[in-house]
């Protein structure tokens, strides 16, 4: 004799449901980053760019590529590119994307800014941790120039950016007085600012500087939170502490 087992519909849907939450948990925990590699001299921007014998050559590749929670930029130590490296995308909560170097040689990548306003600029990302980078931004005349430059606008709170190990140097910015010394305050080795928040408050949160050499510039070494529309905010005032960065 087969008995028959009743199930209560509303078991069914409560086993329905954790079902999906195992599924979705193993889809969070279970994040997989790609690395990519960047090679000057003898890579190619038709290639996959995920392994070092077929990697990308240029930043024009690097800087036209959203890249994904946990994903790795790794650009060969002992080569350069000439530009601005500014690549797209967001990490997550710990699962950042990652920029560093790989290769035998003990010269870092070298990132040349060539007279650009940023050597290398993220705009409203965050998770994202730099490691392991030379970078100069050199020219000819005076002007506003930074070698890495971490800005956000109408964003919110920026999480988690992280520069480590990187040798700054050779920044040509401008000092300049006529206009209250905001284009010398925005010219620098690395740059943490808010450039607009008057739709969204905005503001940076887990911001880490640590082992980085920064010599050789015009203006500032390092500067946080110079916001281009504070008018006459200042330490202290509600508007300040609205936008004002956290440090870790």
Not at 105 to 127: E, H, V
Request: aromatic share 8%; charged share 15%.
């Amino acid at each position: 004799m087969r008995l028959k087992r009743n199930v209560h519909p509303g078991w069914q849907f409560v086993s329905s449901c954790l079902v999906g939450l195992l599924f979705i948990r193993l889809l969070v925990t279970g994040v997989e980053g790609a690395v990519y590699y960047v090679d000057s001299a003898g890579g190619n921007d038709t290639n996959s760019g995920t392994d070092s014998i077929s990697a990308w050559k240029t930043l024009t590749k690097v800087n036209g590529t959203t890249f994904r929670p946990k994903d790795s930029i790794l650009f060969k130590a002992g080569e350069s590119w000439i530009g601005t490296l500014s690549p797209l995308g967001s990490g997550d909560e710990g699962y950042p994307i990652t920029i560093s170097s790989y290769g035998t040689n003990q010269a870092m990548p070298l990132i040349n800014g060539n007279g650009n306003t940023d050597a290398l600029i993220l705009t409203n990302q965050q998770y994202w941790e730099i490691n392991g980078l030379e970078v100069i931004n050199p020219a000819s005349t005076d002007a506003e120039r930074r070698g890495i430059h971490l800005c956000a606008a109408n964003f919110g709170t920026v999480n988690h950016l992280y520069v480590s190990n990187c040798y700054i140097h050779n920044i040509h910015g401008k000092v300049d007085v006529s206009n209250g010394d905001q284009t010398a305050k925005r010219s620098g080795g690395i740059e943490v600012e808010v450039i607009a928040d008057a739709l969204t408050r905005t503001r940076f949160n887990d911001v880490f500087i640590q082992n980085c050499t920064i010599s050789s510039v015009t203006n500032q070494g390092i500067v946080a939170c110079g916001n281009r529309n504070g008018g006459s905010d200042y330490p202290g005032t509600a508007t300040w502490n609205a936008r004002h960065c956290h440090r870790k």
